[in-house]
């Protein structure tokens, strides 16, 4: 027996099992979402840097404020949630939910807190765009 598993048919058995175990693995990580995503938004949010959200945003996004509201480039989406953390500096923001929505897209629920002592509920949509997972929605309600 031990004859028969040096021969080199059955190293080519076993090596070509390995390869079909490696191209199934990276089938499988390329349909899969990035996992942490989200976790950089809420990290960026939670900070109040508008700049680090702008590098997750589409080149055009449907964005809700206190004060704005409507579809605008990612340019001046990022100079508004800019301005909206400078009127209402983060204490915390912690997502609570996140799903899979029609047509491919993500989206997390969560909570953002004031230092003025307001709450904002967030919601935020993702979709692929090319290789990235960008942001098409955000709004703080």
Known sequence: MEHYLKTPNCLKTVQLKYIFIAIIYLIVCSFSYPPDIFKEIENAISLGNAKMIESYLNQSIELETPSSKGIY???QAQIIIDKFFQKYPPVSFTI????NSYG???????NYMSSRERTFRVTIIIKKNGQDY????IKFE
Do not use: D, N, Y
Request: proline share 0%; no cysteine.
């Open 104 to 110: 491919g897209s993500r989206f997390a629920v969560g």
């Open 73 to 75: 480039s990612k340019s």
């Open 96 to 99: 609570h939910q996140k799903g």
């Open 134 to 137: 960008l942001i098409q929605e």
